[in-house]
């Protein structure tokens, strides 16, 4: 018995201390972590140190676009650790971005006029940032009163000031900004605070409004249906409200993303997605929507020899009715209709020839079915026949272009063959290839982006850019080429001029495509794009774009697409998680003000800002 026992024991014990073994095993994994945790809150001390500095810096850079954006910036990053801080660098931020949109609006109307002197009347511009709207987007996610504080010196610097940014050509400034930042705010789901920014600028019909509430009934129809009915009965009774506010209206219900407004000799379109969806709203609604438009559209017209109304305004209020006229025969009550058609009658003897005469694709947009691509374009072809001279040809022959551009076609490129201005010819050849080329990478189609960057009209930052994209998008497949492509848009990046900033937006754009193809090589990558930014006074490290222009007779065309790749933030932030004080002391190479400052709060974010799942 005594063995027995004493073998128990000995057993028991060996028990107890395996169990208390395993139990405490853990402990080494645990210290670990909080040896982690402890390097981790470290290094967020020494970022939000970058930052302090970096903000006494920002304090006096000469640049006050990059004066505003650092500021703010910084602001925001530091703002969940030193919300007073942060209020103060916001207040900084705005008064540099009150003189730089300043500047940036003469600017811009100098350019206008400049283009319109040589063109007889027509432009095609660039808009300048709106660095009040930047500022202010930052604030109000932190604090509404804030928020109210900017919006109301906007209310009182330009009360009367219609915006030249918008679309909305009623809205002024102070509206237009609280609409764009209310529209910010339902993008991270904040509706109610977004109503409440949005409130004070509902009252007025612009393309901006009718945006916000098309967006908003994404979200909750409820609220958004009832902002916009009581938007319709107050324009029902405004005599400012005019036929275009009609068109606009409609938009929300019939076309919400499409709008469409005539002028005397044109018309202005926008249009936000392919596919034309109308909104399923109650009966009450679109019936309130047919009495507001009938109480503008039938407001009586003028006499013969008065001019209460342009000629201009005569012809829009044609043109608007003429579009309007299939949704009243549709749903709206007969008498009603029957007004219209009269109202359009008597309109019909005023309005010039060419009103009348009218019968282009726009007049039917989103209204009737659009007619089949191969039907317009033999309508075109048709055109064509019967030309009588060569500057028309060659409208025509853009127009066609200009369809096949629409649906991808390599086909625009022979098309473009048959203009016969040289001049216009050669804009509008580099005008498609470029086009095509972002359209095949966009639709992760390499093989025909590189078809193209062999044969085709491209600059080389073009091509630098559009070789990376494609290296990304063949490494899965064959990651030979993908690294070939890599040094192929390095070789046209070093064909830049050195003093061009187009040549560090495309080293960067390689880099950024080396940290997916070759992460080994991204830091020599990413130091190739520092050295050539300090030869580039003009570089900035963010605002990468392509620009593709067309400015020909009767016919212009700016498109402007933001190109991420050629920004510092994104390869700054991943090189902060590799390495935290290599990625700083890379930053500090910058020369220049604009890139140092972007790779310094890219960084700083990577360590501030919560992981992203």
Not at 353 to 360: A, V, W
């Amino acid at each position: 018995m005594k063995q027995f026992l004493l073998v128990s024991c000995l057993l028991f014990t060996a028990t107890v201390t395996k169990a208390q073994v395993a139990k405490t095993a853990p402990q080494p994994k645990s210290a670990a972590m909080t040896e982690e945790e402890l390097k981790a809150r470290q290094r967020r001390v020494r970022a939000r140190a970058l930052l302090v500095s970096l903000s006494t810096d920002a304090r006096t850079f000469q640049d006050l676009t990059l004066r505003a954006r650092s500021l703010a910036r910084i602001a925001d990053a530091l703002w969940p650790v030193d919300a007073e801080q942060g209020r103060l660098l916001f207040r900084k931020a705005w008064e540099a971005a009150e003189v730089a949109d300043q500047e940036s609006d003469r600017k811009q109307q100098e350019e206008i006029n400049r283009q319109k002197a040589r063109t007889g009347g027509g432009f095609a511009v660039e808009t300048p940032p709106n660095l009040r709207r930047e500022v202010l987007k930052l604030a109000a996610r932190h604090d509404r009163i804030l928020g109210e504080e900017f919006l109301e010196k906007l209310k009182t610097e330009a009360a009367n000031t219609v915006t030249s940014r918008s679309p909305s050509a009623r809205l002024t400034e102070s509206q237009s900004q609280r609409i764009e930042l209310a529209k910010e705010l339902l993008q991270t789901d904040d509706i109610e605070r977004a109503l409440q920014f949005a409130g004070p600028a509902l009252t007025v019909v612009s393309q901006g409004t009718i945006v916000f509430l098309v967006e908003l009934r994404a979200k909750n129809a409820a609220a958004a249906d009832a902002a916009y009915s009581a938007l319709l009965t107050s324009s029902a009774l405004n005599p400012q409200a005019d036929a275009n506010s009609v068109s606009m209206l409609s938009s929300y219900i019939f076309t919400p993303q499409l709008f469409v407004t005539f002028s005397g000799t044109g018309v202005a379109t926008s249009q936000t997605s392919a596919t034309i969806t109308p909104a399923n709203v109650t009966p009450e609604l679109r019936n309130a929507f047919f009495q507001a438009a009938a109480a503008i559209l039938l407001r009586p017209l003028p006499a013969p020899g008065q001019q209460d109304q342009s000629p201009s305004d005569l012809n829009s209020k044609y043109m608007v009715i003429k579009r309007m006229l299939p949704l009243f025969e549709q749903s709206a009550p007969a008498e009603m209709v029957e007004l219209l058609r009269g109202q359009l009658n008597a309109l019909n003897a005023i309005v010039s020839d060419n009103t009348r005469q009218r019968d282009d694709e726009w007049v039917n947009k989103g209204i009737k079915p659009d007619k089949p691509a191969e039907e317009r374009e033999q309508e075109l072809l048709d055109r064509i026949d019967r030309a009588k001279t060569s500057e028309e040809r060659d409208r025509l022959y853009l127009q066609l272009v200009f369809l096949a551009l629409s649906k991808g076609e390599m086909r625009a490129r022979d098309l473009v063959s048959k203009v016969e201005d040289a001049e216009q010819r050669k804009q509008a050849q580099t005008y498609v290839d470029v086009t095509l080329t972002a359209h095949f990478v966009s639709k992760k189609q390499p093989d025909q982006a590189l078809e193209l960057i062999r044969k085709g009209d491209l600059s080389h930052i073009h091509k630098a850019w559009a070789l990376s994209e494609c290296a990304k998008l063949l490494d899965k497949t064959d990651h030979q080429k993908a690294l070939d492509l890599i040094d192929d848009a390095a070789d046209e990046a070093r064909r830049i001029e050195g003093s061009d900033p187009a040549a560090p937006r495309a080293l960067v754009a390689v880099a950024n495509a080396v940290k997916v193809v070759a992460p080994e090589r991204v830091w020599d990558a990413t130091f190739d794009a520092v050295k050539a930014a300090n030869s580039a006074e003009g570089f900035t490290g963010e605002d990468g774009r392509l620009v593709m222009k067309f400015e020909g007779k009767g016919q212009r065309s700016i498109r402007t697409d933001g190109v991420s790749e050629f920004n510092l933030d994104g390869i700054f932030r991943d090189l902060a998680t590799r390495d935290y004080d290599r990625a700083v002391e890379l930053a500090r190479g910058f020369q220049g003000e604009g890139p140092r400052a972007v790779a310094t709060i890219a960084i700083a974010r990577a360590i501030l800002e919560p992981k992203k799942k």
